[in-house]
């Protein structure tokens, strides 16, 4: 298993701010697509947020205007700027990978990061 490393997950007061580092290993040289999950407790995984190596960026209604994510390509490093932080953003946030070798496609999960906001 290829394990993305994880940092910044955090207790935050509703309104606050935090950032999310994730960093892929250099043995990943194809990755196409970084981005960050989230799943809360009794929930299915959602896609938060997607930076592509186009430079293209998706993100979930929930949080457009709030969250920014941004990649270190030369590192594979990517960031998640959370602001205006609600209750509901609650939940452990996993970085996620896609590499592509060839023709096939392989996805690389973190192991998640807390974090809990509170009203």
């Known amino acids: 298993q290829v394990q993305l490393v994880e940092s910044g997950g955090d207790l935050v007061q509703a309104g606050g701010s935090l950032r999310l580092s994730c960093a892929a290993p250099?043995?990943?040289?194809?990755?196409?697509?970084m981005g960050w999950y989230r799943q809360a407790p009794g929930k299915q995984r959602e896609m938060v947020a997607e930076i592509r190596k186009s430079g293209d960026t998706d993100y979930s209604d929930s949080v457009k205007g709030r969250f920014t994510i941004s990649r270190i390509n030369a590192n594979d490093t990517v960031y998640l700027q959370m602001n205006m932080l609600k209750p509901d953003d609650t939940g452990v946030y996993y970085c996620?990978?896609?590499?592509?070798?060839?023709?096939?496609?392989?996805?690389?999960w973190g192991q998640g990061t807390q974090v809990t906001v509170s009203s």
């Open positions: 996620h990978a896609r590499e592509l070798i060839g023709a096939t496609l392989r996805d690389h």
């Open positions: 250099g043995s990943l040289f194809s990755i196409t697509t």
